[in-house]
């Protein structure tokens, strides 16, 4: 019978109901659904591991008759049930435990003499092997072998009230009858492979390869998709009518007189993009990307000054009250004495530099999104860490001027792969120097350091002068979590310290009670700042030259860079001191690669190949949350090949007339998704 990708598994007549009622809650409803859940992994079914003597470190796929099935209880009505499986052909002692915890139902599952195939990683425990919770299939109910075994087999994320084999035999049955030409798109990435080979080959490859091919493939057709959107929006919002702004440069030649320093060589650079930007009809949308310490405030300074006096107004957003107040002080000393007026809005705090509102500068958090009367002509919009608010605040900020130049700015160095995929309508600004004068940054690991030889150290640089910090992972200490927390560490370090100041900043204080602590440390009234993350980004005291960050093996290596940014930012050596429990080899390897480089391009591309991009990015806030083959981002070629057939396809056919299927899939949120 011939089946379309459209059809409804209902219709089917081989889907009993309960099934139908078990995918619909997955909403898997029709075909073209089931075909898309894809394998989360592979068993090689042609050859089984054999039985480990020892613990391996890794996971295994291995088969084995179930000798001794019990249920052991610890009281109180909790157990596990407990399942002895002996190879096939094996000798006494080649069996393996298998255990799952506060499952009871797995007793009416599993029997003696039952043939099972399962999968986990060993470990040891009282003296045997066992693995917990593994997953498992019963040779002995499985209606057609030739799919579950003698295979590449593959192995689904769960349906709940769908077997694994049930659903290996539906996926195959269903690969083999849907009509080839349901399956197939309008728009092909890849003519010369047909798309029902791929899904069939993706699901039951007859090698690995074969496989990842397939997969390629499919992410060569979302990238795609995910790139035409991005040069869609680009040629919708380059189309509009912008205001030329940024031909009168006095303000700018009277900034670059009153610095004690130059410029580097990339922030000039910079500079002339966004003057070159500003000066066209169109609306700029730039993002500067700058590494930490890189002086991007500096370049959006400009471009503030060369709006203003083009007689319009600019707003900075900032994600956090900390760095909106950083922000306005720095703004102030620089750009007041040049007659700019500059306010500040934020939870806590509204001023403005000349009554009844007019400023024009103003700076603040979201709470700029919520006033109303700021902006009476907003020509400039910047936002200072722009990943780190969702699309529809930084949108609404963009909507309080009439088509604004926009300028974005990051301190997290983005891979040029991820770049290009997220922000590929945005033209990009890179600062890839760092200003003269920075002290050197020394990064040093140390596995199970000794609290007297931090402390002897701190004591050293504290006796020079100097101002640290001391970071960890927690507010508080956590029953679940094995790792140390500030307001514990924090009186411990009153007492090692008692000669010093200590304060002591963490997120569940009150906006009020942060700028306090900052303003004391940035002030010299504290010596000490004992913080969790809540430094990541925009705290500059240059007389600090020490930051000890402990377990660090608990953070990723972009936010690791991030937060060592905030000393060498002085003319004094500086030191970052990385704690950790050296356990993990995974997490040492990790850790080798901050104290290796400072470079935060190269630590960037290490941690998307450590982490994979969804959790370098962020995938809520960079739009990528619904991504299903996100790990191939990292694959530049197949980022670029995207790129290059989106950008053919509108060159040949800018108003996708002749494309409505792509054109009906194109996001278009009216100015623009910053």
């Known amino acids: 019978m011939a089946v379309l990708v459209t059809d409804e598994l209902v219709s089917l007549g081989f889907v009993p109901a309960k099934e139908v009622i078990a995918f619909s809650t997955a909403k898997i409803l029709l075909v073209q659904d089931l075909l898309d859940h894809l394998p989360k992994r592979y068993e090689d079914r042609r050859q089984f591991d054999a039985f480990p003597a020892q613990v391996t470190g890794k996971s295994m796929c291995l088969r084995g008759f179930v000798t001794d099935c019990q249920r052991k209880g610890f009281g109180g009505g909790r157990g596990f049930h407990e399942v002895v499986v002996q190879a096939d052909g094996g000798f006494s002692g080649s069996t393996i435990t298998l255990r799952w915890f506060n499952m009871p139902y797995i007793s009416k599952m599993l029997a003696v003499g039952h043939e099972l195939v399962f999968f986990g990683k060993p470990k040891e425990s009282s003296g045997k092997l066992v693995i917990d919770h593994p997953d498992f299939e019963i040779i002995n109910d499985m209606v057609d072998e030739s799919v579950h075994l003698d295979r590449l087999v593959p192995v689904y994320r769960n349906v709940a009230g769908v077997h694994q084999r049930r659903l290996r035999e539906l996926i195959y049955q269903l690969s083999r009858q849907v009509e080839p030409e349901s399956v197939a798109l309008a728009y092909s990435v890849d003519s010369t492979y047909p798309r029902i080979d791929a899904y069939r080959e993706v699901h039951f490859p007859e090698t690995l390869e074969q496989s990842e091919a397939a997969r390629r493939f499919f992410a ?110 720095t703004f102030c000393k620089w750009l007041e004495p040049l007659g700019i007026q500059v306010g500040i809005r934020t939870s806590s705090r509204r001023e403005d530099a000349i009554s009844g509102g007019g400023t024009q500068l103003l700076i603040g958090t979201h709470a700029l999104l ?292 792509l054109l009906v899939q194109m996001v278009d949120d009216g100015v623009r998704t910053v």
């Open 220 to 329: 060569l057709e979302e990238f795609f998709m995910l790139q035409l959107n991005v040069a869609w929006r680009k040629s919708r919002y380059e189309a509009q009518r912008g205001r030329v702004l940024g031909k009168k440069t006095t303000l700018l030649k009277a900034f670059y007189e009153s610095l004690p320093f130059d410029l580097t060589g990339a922030q000039k650079r910079s500079v002339k993009e966004i003057v070159s930007d500003m000066r066209q009809a169109r609306p700029m949308n730039r993002m500067l990307q700058g590494d930490v310490g890189a002086g991007k405030t500096f370049v959006a300074m400009c471009a503030a000054l060369l709006a203003i006096e083009s007689g319009v107004q600019v707003a900075l957003m900032a994600p956090t009250q900390i760095l909106a107040e950083q922000h306005y002080l």
């Open 370 to 661: 919520y006033d109303d009367e700021a902006f009476d002509d907003l020509g400039l919009v910047i936002i200072d860490e722009q990943h780190k608010f969702g699309v529809e605040q930084r949108s609404k900020l963009v909507q309080k001027g009439l088509v604004p130049d926009v300028l974005v700015m990051t301190a997290t160095p983005i891979p040029r792969t991820l770049t290009l995929t997220i922000y590929g309508d945005l033209d990009v600004s890179v600062l890839d120097e760092r200003p003269a004068g920075r002290g050197k940054v020394i990064t040093a690991l140390r596995p199970k350091a000794k609290v007297s030889d931090v402390t002897k150290f701190v004591k050293q640089q504290l006796e020079q002068g100097r101002q640290a910090y001391l970071v960890y992972p927690l507010v508080e200490e956590s029953e679940s979590l094995k790792a140390e927390s500030a307001t514990v560490e924090f009186d411990k370090w009153q007492k090692r310290l008692s000669k010093y100041r200590v304060g002591l900043l963490h997120g569940r204080l009150s906006a009020e009670e942060k700028e306090l602590v900052m303003r004391e440390f940035r002030d010299g009234d504290t010596d000490v700042l004992v913080s969790t993350t809540v430094i990541e980004v925009g705290v500059d005291v240059p007389n600090a030259n020490l930051m000890v960050i402990y377990n660090a093996e608990r953070f990723g290596l972009s936010q690791l860079h991030q937060l060592r940014g905030r000393i060498g930012r002085g003319e004094h050596k500086s030191y970052c001191v990385l704690v950790t429990d050296g356990k993990s080899s995974e997490a040492m390897d990790k850790l080798e690669v901050l104290a290796g480089t400072d470079d935060g391009f190269k630590i960037a591309e290490a941690d998307l190949r450590l982490r994979g991009p969804g959790d370098v990015l962020g995938t809520q806030q960079s739009g990528l949350s619904d991504l299903r083959f996100i790990e191939f981002l990292a694959d530049a070629e197949l980022v670029r090949e995207a790129r290059a057939q989106a950008d053919k396809l509108l060159h040949e056919d800018p108003a996708l007339a002749n494309h409505p299927e």
